[in-house]
């Protein structure tokens, strides 16, 4: 099956601070979505960008789906930023297949 | 705009004994999905539906485990005789999509099973 994998695994940040997140895949992909999973377990969608760049007010993303990965940038980091920060695909040309591929995720804790 | 529900949202349960869950996808949506996670990994995929027909399960997706979407709307799943590995957050997401074409999947608030 295709490979997902995130970095950092974990990343602390002081509030204001910008970081990056970075997702690998190893196959073509579909469908690639960022979530934000919170202390209470909801995952939260992110972004749907299987290719190009997004941006929702302090969040943007990038991927670039030849190279096979993707990068979620967050800016201006604030504590309810924290929690875990999956990267999920659906691997191209898998018939009738929808099942998404999740990451190990970043765990990220802002700070005051 | 209502979203993804489960039911229960916790779930305590003495090995040996069956448990159901509920999910009530988004009202519009034509596939349900069912997810695992236990702690510190993400969600792995158990099995999906289209409408009212299960289109695939994953290994991971023992004899014990029954899904099933009755009326192409919301779904149960089923874990006979739970053993403590059973013990995970159990996730339900829904996506509308045509054909192939691959559609954002939104998930619930997930049920947290702890086998004793």
């Known amino acids: 099956g295709i490979q997902v994998e995130q970095s950092p695994p974990d990343l602390i940040l002081q509030e204001g601070a910008n970081s990056t997140l970075r997702c690998n895949f190893s196959?073509?992909?579909?469908?690639l979505q960022w979530f934000h999973q919170n202390p209470w377990g909801q995952l939260i969608n992110l972004f749907y960008?299987?290719?190009g760049t997004k941006q929702n007010g302090r969040l943007s993303a990038t991927t670039v789906a030849t190279e096979r990965y993707s990068l979620l940038y967050i800016s201006s980091s604030q504590t309810t930023d924290s929690g875990v920060y999956f990267c999920a695909v659906l691997r191209k040309n898998t018939g009738t297949a929808s099942k998404l591929t999740f990451g190990t995720g970043t765990r990220l804790q802002v700070t005051l | 705009d209502t979203g993804v529900s489960q039911d229960p949202r916790h779930k305590i349960t003495k090995r040996g004994q069956n448990v159901t869950f509920r999910c009530d996808p988004i009202s519009e949506h034509n596939r349900l999905y069912w997810y695992r996670q236990t702690l510190g990994q993400g969600p792995e995929f158990l099995t999906y539906?289209?409408?009212?027909?299960?289109?695939?399960k994953s290994r991971l997706l023992s004899d014990r485990f029954s899904a099933e979407r009755p009326k192409g709307s919301f779904s149960t799943l089923e874990i006979q005789r739970t053993e403590q590995g059973d013990s995970a957050m159990y996730l339900c997401a829904s996506s509308f999509a045509a054909g192939y074409r691959a559609d954002t999947q939104y998930f619930g608030p997930g049920t947290r099973l702890t086998v004793l």
């Open positions: 539906f289209q409408n009212e027909a299960q289109l695939e």
């Open positions: 196959d073509s992909v579909n469908n």
């Open positions: 960008i299987p290719s």
